[in-house]
């Protein structure tokens, strides 16, 4: 099937404590793309990626880095979590620009 | 500043009536207005998507239309059943995106009441 999956669905943790989201599609799509959803402000664009090793920064990239070592894996990592950062997370995969995004099933973060 | 503004933030219609949800954008080069379709504790998944050369596009009970020299397109949801209880978002791209991002609108949270 295809699909993105990302680890874990749940996760609270504190203050400062790094942390590593995983996520991993199976389509051989080239972009990845992480996002956050926080109430009325819909999705937003963290980082991006449009092959291995190739990565940007989106619309909200602070106090969040990527990496993208194998085409199906692009783990989103918060190298000190804030309480901001409290939020409900995806990771996409896309075939290529102007096609639609396969989304993972997300991770919600509580930081405290 | 939100580039997709997107209304109601929520409706509730009744069973078998018309869902009806719109997105204005102010970026002119947009030329890829996708709607995503989010049941709880899911991913969005897209519903159906549009390109600025046609005006209607029309995929079992969900019809996009598009209106480019107002820069608004909306979602109907014709026969609206229990099952279409979700959340929708609209959302936009320019050609060559970088990334092939999107820009989301907030969302709109709809209830279809049996």
């Known amino acids: 099937e295809a699909q993105v999956t990302q680890n874990p669905r749940y996760l609270i943790t504190v203050t400062g404590k790094k942390l590593t989201v995983t996520c991993s599609q199976n389509?051989?799509?080239?972009?990845m793309s992480w996002y956050r959803q926080d109430p009325g402000l819909g999705l937003r664009q963290i980082y991006y990626?449009?092959?291995?090793?190739?990565?940007d920064k989106g619309d909200v990239p602070e106090g969040y880095k990527v990496s993208r070592k194998e085409k199906r894996n692009f783990p989103l990592i918060l190298e000190s979590p804030s309480p901001n950062q409290t939020s409900l997370y995806f990771c996409a995969s896309s075939p290529g620009i102007g096609a639609g995004y396969t989304f993972g099933s997300g991770t919600r973060l509580t930081v405290v | 500043q939100q580039q997709v503004k997107q209304s109601p933030q929520s409706l509730i219609v009744q069973k078998g009536g018309i869902s009806i949800i719109n997105c204005a954008y102010e970026n002119t080069a947009f030329d890829y207005f996708p709607w995503y379709q989010q049941f709880p504790g899911k991913g969005p998944a897209l519903l159906i998507a549009i390109r600025p050369d046609v005006s209607e596009k029309k995929e079992g009970r969900f019809t996009i239309s598009f209106n480019k020299s107002a820069k608004q397109f909306s979602l109907h949801i014709m026969d609206s059943q229990p099952g279409d209880s979700a959340t929708y978002f609209c959302a936009a791209s320019p050609p060559q995106a970088a990334g092939n991002k999107l820009t989301f609108g907030g969302g709109t949270r709809v209830l279809v009441k049996p």
């Open positions: 990626s449009m092959n291995v090793e190739v990565t």
């Open positions: 389509m051989n799509h080239e972009y």
